[in-house]
């Protein structure tokens, strides 16, 4: 199997401060990386397709500018929720397609990050 | 919109018998249809999937069946086990986005199977 890594699992932090989410491979390169956010009882909802080397594609209705996503290498892609709010309270999972045509049994999820702001 | 939806939000099964997972779908142009399971504080992880050229695909206790008239896919397990107890999430792949590995997710199927 494959390996993907998310940093940290719990944070909390005060409104208006940013907080970022780390995700890694940690066996493979993953040119690819997802976002996504789950509230309690609903799906996981795509955020943004994270492409290493280029601008993150984000879903219809997420803000750009709140969730500032960052693939800086094949291994790591970073979340920031910039000045957070408690409507941003919520589940945060990644996940990284290894090999070249990703068909969903080649992606890989990490353990996801909750958020919780006060 | 909700594309893909797992109507049951959990399911409770005994020791030994089947376990019977639903999920409708809504958009014509998803080929590929994945289950997932979920341990509490893991990622989840790719249990089995089917393409839409076929109506079932079996691995060990796993058969995923797949009706495209009915726009319905279901996730047998038999025989259940205790550690089959998880959430299971049903996610579907658009032909447009197979080389892209956008999946749309169901809300997760909560199943507990009891010794």
């Known amino acids: 199997g494959a390996v993907v890594s998310q940093h940290p699992s719990w944070v909390i932090c005060k409104s208006g401060t940013s907080v970022k989410i780390e995700c890694r491979s940690l066996?493979?390169?993953?040119?690819?990386m997802f976002w996504y956010r789950q509230f309690p009882k609903q799906s996981l909802m795509l955020m943004a397709t994270s492409n290493e080397g280029s601008k993150a594609t984000y879903e219809q209705g997420v803000e750009k500018d709140k969730f500032l996503i960052n693939h800086a290498s094949l291994t790591l892609s970073t979340l920031t929720v910039t000045s957070a709010h408690p409507e941003d309270s919520s589940f945060y999972i990644c996940?990284?397609?290894?090999?070249?045509?990703?068909?969903?049994?080649?992606?890989?999820f990490g353990e996801g990050s909750w958020l919780t702001v006060v | 919109d909700q594309q893909v939806k797992q109507n049951s939000p959990s399911l409770s099964v005994q020791e030994g018998r089947i376990s019977i997972l639903n999920c409708d779908y809504t958009?014509?142009?998803?080929?590929?249809f994945l289950w997932y399971k979920k341990y509490p504080a893991e990622g989840p992880t790719f249990l089995i999937s089917?393409?839409?050229?076929?109506d079932k695909n079996e691995d060990g206790r796993f058969t995923v069946f797949l009706n495209k008239s009915a726009k319905h896919l279901s996730l047998h397990i038999v025989p259940s086990q205790p550690g089959d107890s998880a959430v299971y999430f049903c996610?579907?792949?658009?032909?447009?986005?197979?080389?892209?590995?956008?999946?749309?997710f169901g809300q997760g199927t909560t199943l507990q199977v009891k010794p």
């Open positions: 089917i393409s839409s050229i076929k």
């Open positions: 996610a579907a792949s658009a032909r447009e986005n197979s080389n892209t590995g956008k999946l749309i």
């Open positions: 996940s990284a397609a290894k090999g070249g045509f990703p068909r969903g049994n080649t992606i890989y």
């Open positions: 066996d493979f390169q993953a040119t690819t």
């Open positions: 958009n014509s142009m998803f080929d590929y």
